[in-house]
């Protein structure tokens, strides 16, 4: 398993052959690492939010192939194959909109049939090697876009960031606070802003810890702030992830992107999404065409066992909104930063990786 080299948390581990995740429904309150040692066990933790963020979903659904491969790993190749095809679906339907899980999966079973025929203990320690490579990756590929990022960002800059895409949403460094980061460590000086991130308080709950964890100066803000800030001069930039990226450069990510890209885009305010070229989904014309989840009304009703919406009335929890390729200033990443995304420039990325 990889060192996480420039950040402080950890998000996932390898112990005693089972796949540990920081659970991150409990932080900054609480630091606990649940073991998981089954696909359905992982696909749980997806889908529940122990562990989030679309590069730490993929991780974690890799891992999710690979402590089942050794689960069944005593058994015939005939049952050892029809486990993991069970396996396969199982985490393909603990969350829709983060492409990486598809990716993942995809990218381990590839292995899987590249592997028949040989025996079955061997297979599930290759699945495994894959896992921590797909891990060891994510890490190197987050520091890449870092490097890009940072040299968006002008030293003494104001940055906006929504939801987490800190190194807790991903196998390390981060994507969004992976350009932050990054931006640091090069000797400049940064200040943040945090918005909360309704209704699951990423923001306030992960981002601002994650931020004063590295000691780099953060202020949290409620999502409805931001506008005003960008009104008042005090936000020069803005960077986010993202969880899925369309072929024309539809960007979808956290409930509430859309609305800072609108407002940065009326206050001439740079709107980078951080993204490594496994969130970015060919296959999907434009944004219209990715899956939104819908979440839980609990989210919306309260938090933390305290409920403040009256009983009995509607409530909707989409979980990601799309933000049209036109307002998004550029994409970073690890393959280089393309300004005005478009479906051409995207296209060229993939021919240069």
Request: net charge neutral.
């Amino acid at each position: 398993m990889p060192d996480q080299s420039s950040t402080t948390v950890e998000t996932l581990r390898w112990r005693n052959n089972r796949i540990e995740m920081i659970d991150q429904r409990i932080l900054p309150g609480r630091i606990e690492y649940p073991g998981f040692d089954s696909a359905a066990g992982v696909a749980q933790a997806i889908r529940d939010m122990v562990i989030r963020g679309a590069p730490a979903i993929g991780c974690a659904a890799a891992y999710g192939v690979a402590v089942e491969a050794l689960r069944l790993s005593t058994l015939s190749q005939a049952d050892f194959a029809r486990g993991l095809d069970n396996a396969f679906a199982v985490l393909a339907q603990s969350r829709p909109t983060a492409v990486n899980l598809f990716w993942a999966l995809d990218r381990m079973r590839k292995l899987h049939a590249n592997l028949l025929g040989q025996p079955v203990a061997a297979v599930a320690q290759r699945l495994l090697e894959e896992a921590h490579n797909i891990t060891a990756q994510d890490i190197t590929i987050n520091q890449k876009m870092g490097g890009f990022g940072a040299a968006l960002l002008p030293d003494k800059s104001r940055v906006l960031t929504h939801c987490n895409a800190g190194a807790l949403a991903t196998a390390g460094h981060g994507t969004a606070l992976g350009v932050i980061r990054s931006a640091v460590l090069a000797g400049k000086s940064l200040k943040v802003f945090a918005d909360e991130t309704r209704p699951f308080l990423q923001g306030a709950r992960l981002t601002a810890w994650e931020l004063l964890q590295e000691k780099i100066p953060v202020t949290l803000i409620t999502d409805n702030m931001s506008g005003h800030l960008m009104s008042c001069g005090e936000i020069d930039v803005v960077v986010v992830g993202t969880d899925r990226v369309a072929a024309n450069g539809d960007v979808a990510n956290k409930i509430g992107t859309y609305m800072v890209a609108v407002l940065a885009r009326r206050h001439n305010i740079p709107f980078y999404v951080a993204c490594p070229l496994s969130t970015i989904d060919r296959s999907i014309t434009d944004g219209s065409q990715i899956p939104i989840e819908e979440r839980s009304d609990a989210e919306v009703r309260g938090y933390g066992g305290i409920e403040w919406a009256p009983i009995g009335v509607s409530i909707r929890n989409p979980a990601f909104d799309i933000t049209p390729a036109e307002l998004v200033t550029a994409l970073i990443t690890e393959n280089g930063v393309v300004t005005a995304p478009d479906r051409q420039k995207i296209a060229a990325l993939f021919a240069e990786s």
